[in-house]
Nanobody, 126 residues
């Protein structure tokens, strides 16, 4: 059974930092790309960042470039999202998702992803 488990969410003040983790099990980690998405109340789920476990390619949404950093530890089958200089507009439930890298597409395309985690809440206060 494939599982993606997010952790590391919480409440911080604007300007603070959090590091989210996405621990994967039940899949061949190196064959997948891992994306981070977020969904704020009343808004659509949006892509935040992505990393390819096969070649290390990364992508970031414009809204988080320069503030968020995605990385992975293949030995632990875990992907991290380091979030610095957090803003109130970063408040959302953050999800990680895994896509098998078997067909072309934009990392932001939800349909690419086969597996999703349950989400972790991030709240940034002003």
């Amino acid at each position: 059974e494939v599982q993606l488990v997010e952790s590391g969410g919480g409440s911080v003040q604007a300007g603070g930092s959090l590091r989210l983790s996405c621990a994967a099990s039940g899949l061949t980690f190196d064959d997948y790309g891992i994306g981070w998405f977020r969904q704020a109340p009343g808004k659509e789920r949006e892509a935040v960042s992505y990393i390819s476990e096969s070649d290390g390619t990364t992508y970031y949404a414009d809204s988080v470039k320069g503030r968020f950093t995605i990385s992975s530890d293949n030995a632990k089958n875990t992907v991290y999202l380091q979030m610095n200089s957090l803003k109130p507009e970063d408040t959302a439930v953050y999800y990680c998702a895994a896509e098998p890298q078997t067909r072309p597409g934009l990392y932001s395309d939800h349909d690419l992803y086969e597996y999703w985690g349950q989400g972790t809440q991030v709240t940034v206060s002003s």
